[in-house]
């Protein structure tokens, strides 16, 4: 089993930034890739950003330019820095870990509990 505890969520202006962590313990060998996950209300849950082993990163365009995904594999952490944040940013942030197979093929089996961004106009 694998855990995810994100941490970092909170409320903020426009045009300011958070940064959110999640820890990963248990039996990580079998994970390559570290995802950002958000779902706003009324919304599907999105694929905000992405890691793999090798450092290969993954954004969704709307992200693209202000968030950062990155990794501390001491720390057994993945960071998503988020700058420049929108109303629009609102949303549930979920870790993900799971695997990537042929380059493209995401699978993600282990999720966090969540953390709420909030962005105030």
């Known amino acids: 089993q694998v855990q995810l505890v994100e941490s970092g969520g909170g409320l903020v202006q426009v045009g300011g930034s958070l940064r959110l962590s999640c820890v990963v313990s248990?039996?990580?060998?079998?994970?390559?890739?570290m995802g950002w996950y958000r779902q706003a209300p009324g919304k599907q849950r999105e694929l905000v950003a992405d890691?793999?082993?090798?450092?290969?990163?993954y954004y969704v365009g709307s992200v693209k330019g202000r968030f950062t995904i990155s990794r501390d594999n001491a720390k057994n952490t993945v960071y998503l820095q988020m700058n420049s944040l929108k109303p629009e940013d609102t949303a549930v942030y979920y870790c993900?870990?799971?695997?990537?197979?042929?380059?493209?093929?995401?699978?993600?089996?282990?999720w966090g509990q969540g953390t709420q961004v909030n962005v105030s106009s």
């Open positions: 248990g039996s990580i060998n079998s994970i390559n890739v």
């Open positions: 993900a870990a799971g695997t990537l197979r042929h380059g493209i093929e995401r699978s993600y089996n282990y």
């Open positions: 890691i793999t082993s090798g450092g290969s990163t």
